[in-house]
């Protein structure tokens, strides 16, 4: 069974800077799959953040961050982290880690087969 942890959540002032990681362990996954941040804030449904490919090559990002974050994947391939500028309180929620299996690009995460338990970020003065 694949494994992801989330680290990186904390208290940080608007107009700060955090970087998420998730660190994938167990089985190494066969063929393409895609890495992908979600973020669920109190009263709102899971959305899609941003997602970065199996090799690093293929990105994407939700609007409202597309500017502010950016989504990487380490040379061993088994880490992916989010680095985040400019937060507001617009921005706080806990933050999950998922992976799809597969070629899609899906920013449903209906269709995400592994999850981590989730890191909040809070952003307030």
């Known amino acids: 069974q694949v494994r992801l942890v989330e680290s990186g959540g904390e208290l940080v002032q608007p107009g700060g800077s955090l970087t998420l990681s998730c660190t994938a362990s167990?089985?190494?996954?066969?063929?393409?799959?895609?890495t992908t941040w979600f973020r669920e804030a109190p009263g709102k449904e899971r959305e899609f953040v941003a997602t970065i490919d199996r090799n690093g090559a293929t990105t994407s990002y939700d609007d409202s961050v597309r500017e502010r974050f950016t989504i990487t994947r380490d040379i061993t391939g088994n880490m992916v982290s989010l680095r985040m500028n400019d937060l507001s309180p617009e921005d706080s929620a806990v933050y999950y880690c998922?992976?799809?299996?597969?070629?899609?690009?899906?920013?449903?995460?209906?269709?995400?087969?592994?999850w981590g338990q989730g890191t909040q970020v809070t952003v307030s003065s």
């Open positions: 167990g089985p190494t996954l066969l063929g393409s799959f895609f």
């Open positions: 998922a992976i799809r299996l597969g070629t899609a690009l899906d920013v449903d995460a209906a269709g995400y087969h592994y």
